[in-house]
């Protein structure tokens, strides 16, 4: 069984395109429910004025059939709608030469001799990431067909934040999430977040911050010691890793867990009919992997997002051209990302779980996939 997805498509070319290989046949699916993570991808505050001009919708041009998936790869079409406002004639264009600091404009001009960073930020934007988004919708839709569900919010935007959230977030506290500006669900550190990127906004900066993004419902048995590769934790770290500006990533207690006793690190283990695979832990420390592999507790990562590269007061740079020192390029950008990321982080685990669930549980289609579960579920506590 192979899972895989690709994308393609510049930021302010016609369309994103996103291709998913992997997806078994009888999936009920449609653009309704792709378009809501969409959206929410383009929310938060200090988004720039790009926001709103585009309002994104996914087009199924392959794999799907009257709603319901076919067993062959999925495609996806994402306009990016707008676009004759942020173009420009051929006749009128100019080339941006100076590279911006923390993008990666100049190591991308340098590998592809390049000379004009246009042909590197059309593709290295973060708009890249409505494709992913995409994706992960689908592969949300796959999970749900099995009780796994994927969630985030902003723990810190800059240096306001540092709440002491707890490991299993509650329904009202992810409501709560979804109905800040931020995604923050603590009222007082919503709103002190809003104040820094105002304060970013009003000197020409901008800021970085933190998410976190658990999936819950998740059983135990995805991902394998027996190989670097196959390690569950690393897989997903590599996937949220590869996301615009993100610098760092932790499972559970991450860099914590280094300054800490054992004894203060791992989670006991109780067992107990009832409890869903029949083993519980009263805390997930481990963030719901231990040894490469899923424990049936919730997955848990904490995602690094450094500031926006883009600064209405730019840093010095240098023509690609000509070498002349000068100021980085300014072109249109947010001032914050971090809201967003959760989002775009949520689509990334989500490919990586359903992907993992693939493997585990096979089937060419979603009755022959959830035959295999109930199968692996009867050895459980959790049938009987």
Same mark, same amino acid.
């Given at each position: 069984?192979v ?10 070319g ?9 997806? @078994?046949a009888?999936?009920?699916?449609? @653009?309704? &429910? ?33 709603g319901?998936?076919?067993?062959? @790869?999925?495609? !996806? ?29 100049l190591p991308?001009?340098?590998?592809? &001799? ?12 973060? =708009?890249?990431?409505? #494709?992913?988004?995409? $994706? ?5 839709? !796959? *999970? ?41 669900p ?20 901008? *800021? ?5 993004? &658990? ?6 048995? !995805? ?34 867990? #280094? ?6 690190v ?14 519980? =832990? ?15 507790e ?10 926006? @590269? ?9 023509? $690609? ?53 109930? &199968?692996?579920?009867? =050895?459980?506590? *959790?049938?009987?």
């Amino acid at each position: 069984m192979v899972w895989r997805h690709f994308t393609a498509g510049e930021s302010h070319g016609p369309a994103l395109l996103a291709i998913l290989e992997g997806m @078994p046949a009888g999936l009920m699916l449609g @653009p309704g &429910d792709l378009d809501p993570d969409l959206a929410r991808r383009q929310l938060g505050y200090g988004r720039g004025a790009r926001m709103a001009i585009e309002k994104d919708h996914a087009e199924f041009v392959g794999g799907v059939r009257f709603g319901r998936t076919t067993g062959a @790869p999925i495609a !996806l079409l994402v306009k990016n709608r707008g676009t004759e406002q942020l173009t420009v004639r051929p006749a009128d264009y100019k080339p941006l030469l100076f590279p911006r600091p923390g993008h990666a404009d100049l190591p991308a001009a340098i590998k592809y &001799d390049l000379d004009d960073i246009r042909d590197v930020l059309e593709r290295a934007s973060a =708009r890249e990431t409505a #494709a992913r988004v995409a $994706l992960g919708a689908c592969a949300k839709q !796959l *999970l749900a067909e099995f009780g796994i569900s994927v969630h985030s919010f902003v723990e810190s935007i800059g240096d306001a934040g540092g709440g002491a959230f707890p490991e299993r977030i509650s329904d009202a506290m992810r409501r709560r999430a979804e109905r800040s500006p931020v995604r923050c669900p603590d009222a007082a550190l919503s709103a002190a977040m809003v104040r820094a990127i105002d304060a970013a906004a009003a000197s020409g900066d901008s *800021l970085g911050g933190v998410v976190r993004v &658990d999936a819950e419902g998740v059983p135990p048995g !995805l991902g394998s010691h027996t190989q670097w590769d196959l390690r569950i934790e690393g897989r997903i770290g590599a996937a949220l890793m590869a996301l615009p500006g993100v610098k760092g990533v932790e499972n559970g207690l991450g860099f914590a867990a #280094a300054a800490r006793p054992g004894s203060k690190v791992h989670d006991a283990i109780y067992r107990a009919k009832g409890k869903p695979w029949g083993w519980y =832990r009263k805390t997930n420390r481990a963030g719901g992997i231990e040894g490469g592999i899923t424990n049936g507790e919730t997955v848990t990562f904490r995602v690094a997002m450094k500031p926006i @590269p883009t600064l209405k007061k730019p840093l010095a740079s240098a023509s $690609l051209r000509t070498g002349v020192a000068g100021k980085a390029a300014v072109v249109r950008a947010d001032v914050c990302a971090v809201p967003a990321l959760g989002v775009v982080a949520e689509a990334a685990l989500a490919l990586e779980l359903a992907g993992a669930m693939r493997e585990r549980f096979g089937g060419d289609s979603v009755r022959e996939m959830r035959q295999h579960w109930h &199968d692996f579920a009867k =050895r459980s506590d *959790l049938a009987r």
